[in-house]
């Protein structure tokens, strides 16, 4: 015997992505189901960087957000700007000021940790409006004229079934959604492995807390970082871009390894410290191959749309914009009834639009030889004219994230 609930809106994941969207659903006062496989709190492998995008979302949800509950939240950390290692050891520091005497405005970014960022997400769910099922974790999908219907294993262990005319598919870079669908494909050009392991006493971070990014000689489309978090931790990664890795027979834990214990700019500042883990692998589903991420009764967001910044690898900003999105594109289906594919023609316009600019870099990138990239990075990042142009784009992001509405067409 299953359990069968109806709802009109069923989000599968209460990731970023999903929670957004059950979020500014509930903002609406729109009733709706969410069930996710895992209970929280729950660990997601990530770089835990939070960057000006997840803000502006966080911003729309409610001011106070940003302005009192990160500051205060022990969890959260705020981070001044960007370090880049060059190949040859320089540090090159953006530190965000309007002009070099200023006070610090607002933290280019955030660190923390995905079992309390999640978590803080999903005790912000409005119980009026969002029933959120979480250990149940989707089995099958599949369609009854026009209302799916999905199968699910509830915590108590008992079959729950939903029924649904809108699925909303958050459920990360593993899909139950996308794999009913057939697309769970993967395209190695689109699409980058990673590593992450937790580390105590890695030394030499900075004061101000930047999140720093070394570009590895020889090692083109792939950049280890260190992400500092509170009591003397960081978040260590590393990842490349899966196409490359595959012609060049690179082995990533193998470079992970020996970044750490052999690179001169790196190892130094390891050999005193204590790894948390053991290395552990997740892959990043890259938004330069663009996924259509509607049909007939769904929407696709985050990791399921294929949503990471190609250039930079993070995905929880534009995960949560498009769960924004696809709440506003949810309402105006039940305002009209209407759940076909026609209904969310521009749904992919408006989650791909904002993605333009780093998906040509991109192409630019994969297009160059290995010895014209090293080569670029070193040059690049100590050029005035490059940290000029950061300090102006800088002012443009915060200005993005503080000022601006996030602007949904239909
Ligand atoms: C090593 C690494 C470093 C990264 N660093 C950064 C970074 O610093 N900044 C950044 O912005 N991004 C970063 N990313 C990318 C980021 O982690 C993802 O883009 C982001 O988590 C996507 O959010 P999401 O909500 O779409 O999916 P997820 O966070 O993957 O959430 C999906 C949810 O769906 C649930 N689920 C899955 N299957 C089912 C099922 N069958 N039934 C029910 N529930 C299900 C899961 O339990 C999960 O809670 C990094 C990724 C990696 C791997």
Redesign the pocket.
Known sequence: MSIILKTDVLI????????TASLFLAKMGIPHLI????VFP?D????????LK?VRVLRHLDPSIVEHELPNNPNFTPCWGTRFITQNGRLVDFVHRSHPQAPLPHPLFW?AK?LYF?EYLVKKFDKTYADFRQG????HIFRDGNVWRVL?LAQSGEGLEVRAPLLIG???????LLRHLGERKIARRHYAG???QYWRGVTEMSPQNLIEVYFPPRLPMSYF?V?PLPNGEA?V?Y?MVSEVAAKGGHKLRDIFQRLILEDPVLAPRFQSAMPLEMPV????PLASRRRKAFGDGYLL?????S???PT????????MIS?YIAAKFAHKALTDRRFDAEQFKHYDREIYRRLHAEIRLYHLMMALSPKIYDAALNWLAPNPLFQWTFRHRANGWLKTAYEREIEVLF
């Open positions: 599968i994941g209460a990731g970023p992505a999903g929670a069930l996710d496989a895992a729950r997601k492998v990530c770089g835990d960087g939070l960057d997840v660190t995905r999640d149940a974790p989707v089995k699910a958050a459920d990360g870079d593993h899909s139950v990673t590593l992450r970082y992400f978040n990664g990842g692998g997740w892959g990043l967001v985050g990791d399921a749309a949503l990471v910044c930079s690898g993070e995905g929880i900003g534009t995960g769960g």
